[in-house]
């Protein structure tokens, strides 16, 4: 067969319009760019375990615009998409119907939503793709799709992964960062969490000499890659780390991952993220005050129990030269107007690199959606489109919705500002050079 594996690209696309001023900045635009373009893992994945009697495509969809772009000559589509963006993989399956060419659709926004799924596309893979893949090859070749493949409760073996197919990216795409899995889901269970701890109900690590061998590969395509490391929360596994890092930094590559706070009281394992590339780390710290996390993780209530001062874990980060993305949510219960100022004050003392402003967002399948469902507070059932974490969906606590928008475009602005940013990362840049020079002597920038 001939495949179409079809990324509906653009991850939380910011409409400047509604979201404000502050977020065409340049400060904002270029974190938003890098994760707009990033490539599909898990259709590089399929593509990868596909066996060679089939032919894997891999392509872009942005908008509708792009359908006239779209092969014709295939004999299956397969397609992943996230939740803001899955009208348009809806409508990219209905193009492809009417061609009388059937379509699969996998991820988490149709795992957790099958019959929405399943209205719009032929087949839908539940859960880990890996562990109904080659079934539904078999199943399209026979032209015999069933309407499901696949379950929440299918378990994945990292241990079986596969090379995902890094050759099927098209090199003058203009990838910014190039994606690698190290581990799948999360020991945590935050109630507004939509990321693969949907899909993996228990935390797993690809083995150590699968990830390296992917490294390699990307090497071989990309000569100076930078990595974007697509685990939910990346350094659970110390010990695994400690032995992955010395390999890592034979490789001489750059790379990002999302870690936890815990990573800011471990200087050993930040010396050698730092000597093995890692140049930035994405933290969610959801809000400055550890009162406003109360409950907010519903296994252990693990966020606020914490007691690393979280602006302690941002200095200790940054001065081993690894930049710090902290993540910031807006709408929780326990927040007030108050938090748009405690949020300013805390990217302006820490000089964090980069920050990360998002809108609390009930995503399918979230307990976050079920509750706010549940209390008659979502503003729109279904509204999948408002999933972009900038849009609205809910009616806050605190605060009415006005307020609330209003208070998150007008930080933006304040965050996002030019010569904010500047000033900031030039103290930061001094911070780190006098860091260095103080523990070794030289300087890292
Ligand atoms: S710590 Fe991060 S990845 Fe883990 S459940 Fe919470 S939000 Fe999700």
């Known amino acids: 067969m001939q495949i179409a594996m079809i990324a509906i690209s653009a991850t939380g696309s910011v409409n400047p319009e509604r979201a404000g001023p ?255 590339g890692c140049k930035e780390v994405l933290i969610g710290f959801e809000s400055p005050s550890p009162g406003h996390l109360d409950g907010l993780e519903l296994r252990n209530d693990w966020k606020s129990k914490q007691t690393l001062d979280p602006r302690d874990a941002v200095t200790a980060i940054q001065q081993h030269g690894i930049m710090v993305v902290g993540c910031f949510v807006f709408g929780l219960d326990s927040q007030e107007p108050d938090i748009f100022d405690a949020v300013f004050e805390f990217v302006r003392d820490t000089h964090i690199y980069d920050v990360q402003l998002t809108l609390l967002t009930p995503f399918p399948g979230t307990p976050l959606y079920e509750r706010l469902k549940r209390e008659g507070r979502l503003l729109k059932e279904n509204a999948w489109e408002r999933c972009t974490l900038f849009d609205i969906n809910f009616v806050p606590k605190n605060m009415n919705v006005e307020t609330l928008l209003e208070g998150f475009a007008g930080l933006a602005v304040r965050v996002f500002d030019d010569d904010f940013t500047v000033a900031r990362r030039r103290e930061l840049r001094r911070q780190v050079v006098t860091f260095r020079r103080e523990t070794r002597g030289v300087s890292p920038m």
């Open 22 to 276: 502050g977020f065409q900045r340049p400060a904002f635009a270029s974190r938003n760019q890098a994760i707009d373009s990033l490539p599909s893992l898990a259709l590089l994945t399929l593509a990868g375990m596909t066996p060679d009697e089939h032919r894997c495509r891999y392509m872009e969809v942005r908008s509708d615009a792009d359908f006239a772009a779209l092969p014709q000559d295939v004999d299956l589509v397969c397609l992943s998409s996230y939740s803001a963006q899955i009208h348009l993989a809806y409508a990219t399956a209905r193009h492809y119907q009417q061609l009388g060419i059937p379509t699969v659709i996998g991820g988490p926004h149709a795992s957790c939503l099958p019959e929405e799924a399943a209205a719009h596309c032929d087949a839908v893979a539940i859960g880990e793709g890996e562990s109904c893949w080659r079934n539904i090859l078999e199943d399209a070749a026979a032209g015999r799709l069933r309407k499901y493949y696949g379950s929440l409760d299918a378990s994945f073996d990292m241990r079986n992964a596969v090379m995902p197919a890094y050759e099927l990216l098209d090199h003058n795409n203009g990838y910014a960062r190039i994606t690698l899995e190290t581990s799948r889901g999360c020991p945590h269970r935050c109630e507004f969490c939509a990321s693969s701890v949907l899909l993996a109900q228990k935390y797993k690590q690809k083995p150590i000499d699968k990830v390296l061998a992917e490294v390699d590969r990307i090497k071989a395509c990309w000569p100076r890659p930078f990595l974007e490391l697509a685990d939910d929360n990346t350094f659970v596994n110390r010990k695994y780390w400690m032995q992955l890092l010395p390999e890592l930094k034979k490789r001489k590559v750059r790379w990002f991952a999302e870690a936890d706070i815990r990573l800011g009281n471990d200087p050993e394992l930040l010396e050698l993220l730092a000597e093995s």
